[in-house]
């Protein structure tokens, strides 16, 4: 999906994209794991796969070898959800390990995780996360 750089932040931070993830998305390093989640969620949204597998920690039950399947299966939840809102209820930051608890509105259904990222070689990375 295409998004012009002045319109609203699909993170629905109250930024425009260009000021919120799109610098992210281009490659610029998300200076917190609230910045990669907040990416996150804006790169599935946006359809952004290699984003997702890029930022997802080797650890994660998802990561796998076969990147075209996992693309593909990233690319279908895509299409098929309506990202409609996302509310931050916590962030615990640490130095190599923080977590952010979340409510993710996909169409008509809320999801809660609480995702834990892991900081390697100065990157943060998305390892796991537990719903609610």
């Given amino acids: ?58 650890d994660n039950p998802d990561y796998t070898a076969d990147s075209g399947e996992w693309k593909q299966g990233i690319l279908e939840f895509c299409r098929s959800t309506v990202f409609t809102g996302l509310k931050i209820i916590e962030f615990i930051d640490g130095e190599n390990e ?3 608890t979340f409510e993710a509105r996909l169409g008509e259904y ?12 100065g990157r943060w990375l998305y390892e796991s996360g537990d719903f609610s």
């Fill in 110 to 121: 809320t999801m809660k995780e609480k995702s834990r990222f892991l900081k390697e070689n």
């Fill in 98 to 100: 923080a977590f952010v």
């Fill in 1 to 58: 999906m295409k998004i012009s750089p002045n319109a609203p932040c699909p993170c629905h931070s109250g930024k425009k994209y260009k000021q919120c993830c799109q610098p992210y998305h281009k490659g610029v390093l998300p200076a917190s794991a609230l910045l990669l989640m907040r990416s996150r969620y804006c790169a599935y949204a946006l359809g952004l796969a290699g984003y997702i597998m890029k930022t997802t920690h080797p």
